[in-house]
């Protein structure tokens, strides 16, 4: 799949393989539906989780499911429970013929973008187009621009958006900047990583400060920062070149991860201690929470803020606004940590089934807020969030 011009070869074995698959199963329905029957009497399963409500500004974002497995986007006021429709996907597809991969809105709930994609393209192709609507203050919902071959995308503040294009070896390499109203064409580049083993991302934290350009391979990162706040189109190129903080150089082995709570980046990484050792790691070594101020972000300026046992692991972490949340492996079984930041004080969640359960963090979109949600797993409990 990394190679555009097999992709052809790759569908035909795909459409070959599947049709194996049928053949060689042919009779067995009433076996697999007996199955089915039996596993489920021996595990248990509960009702579908909640929707997440997502809080931004005066609105409440939330999603929605339907008995034929479509999903419609909407939001209410937070002081009344009339809803209103965004994009419905089965709308889409039945009269666009599309399908939404990624759907955002902006930090000042007046843009919209819908990545989507053709539902009868089986090419393979992992990019799409961007559709950009205006969500307007009387109800309505005017779609106002769109971007091609996009990736992945965030928005900026005001009418910004950022996303993500990919090279010929099918790898996002780039990060551009589109001013929503000009043409894709004025599009400018923010940031272009040249290594072809890489790939580029871009996200924002979660207290919307700032966004984080990712540039990853399978055991390496090397993450620049720069602030929400920040106007690429006023900028000189030397303006915008200086925008972008460089948080620690990649080393092979070194893998860290940003977010940024009041005055600092909380950085989980297991790079060595010694921040002199930039030396390649053959074997990687075990991940640490570590934290820097907003203004020097670079490993120069880290200061641990957790350090584990030998017999535990740090998996996760979850910011939110006085508080993060820490998940880690101790002795192979799941532990959940709690860090008050105002308090300065630690506790541990209690876990159901004595701990012997999976445990990974679940949607939060929510900063400010005391509550987390979990998904929680045993061999005989599927996936339930808590």
Known sequence: MQQPEQSDKVGE????????????????ER?????????????????????????????????????????VYCR??????????????????RRKGLVI????????????????????????????????????????????DQISDVYNFVFGSGGAVFYTVLNHKLRANKVMGHSIGDKQSADITIYEEHDTECFLDITCTKDKEFFIVNSST?????LHVFSS????????????????????????????????????????????ADDTQRSDIAEPLPFRLVRAPTQTPSSGSWEEVMTVQDNERIEDLEVFKDYFMVNIKRRGLPAVL???????????????????????????????????????????HLDSVV
């Open 229 to 272: 706040k920040f106007d690429f189109w006023t900028a000189d190129k030397e303006q915008r070149k200086n925008a972008l903080k460089l948080v620690r150089p990649r080393q092979k082995g070194v893998e860290y991860f940003v977010d940024h709570q009041g005055s600092d980046f909380l950085i989980l990484t297991n790079s060595p």
């Open 218 to 222: 399978l055991d390496s990162s090397e």
């Open 338 to 380: 709690i860090f008050d930041r105002k308090m300065g004080k630690r506790s541990e969640l209690k876990l159901p089934y004595n701990g012997n359960c999976a445990v990974r963090p679940d949607a939060n979109p929510q900063l400010d807020t005391s509550f987390v949600r979990l998904s929680i797993s045993s061999p005989v």
């Open 31 to 71: 076996l697999q539906a007996k199955l089915v029957r039996e596993m489920s009497k021996a595990t248990e399963v509960e009702a579908m989780p909640p929707s997440v409500e997502n809080r931004n500004g005066e609105f409440i974002y939330f999603v929605e499911g339907t008995g034929d497995g479509s999903l």
């Open 76 to 93: 209410r006021r937070v002081d009344s429970d009339r809803k209103q429709v965004l994009m419905d996907s089965a709308r889409l597809l």
């Open 101 to 144: 991969r990624l759907l955002h809105v902006s930090g000042n709930n007046t843009w919209m973008g819908c990545l989507v994609a053709d539902a009868n393209d089986d090419s393979g192709r992992e990019t799409g187009t961007l559709l950009l609507y205006q969500l307007c203050a009387d109800g309505r919902i005017e779609q106002c």
């Open 13 to 28: 074995y795909l459409r070959a393989e599947k049709q194996y698959t049928n053949q060689v199963m042919a009779g067995t």
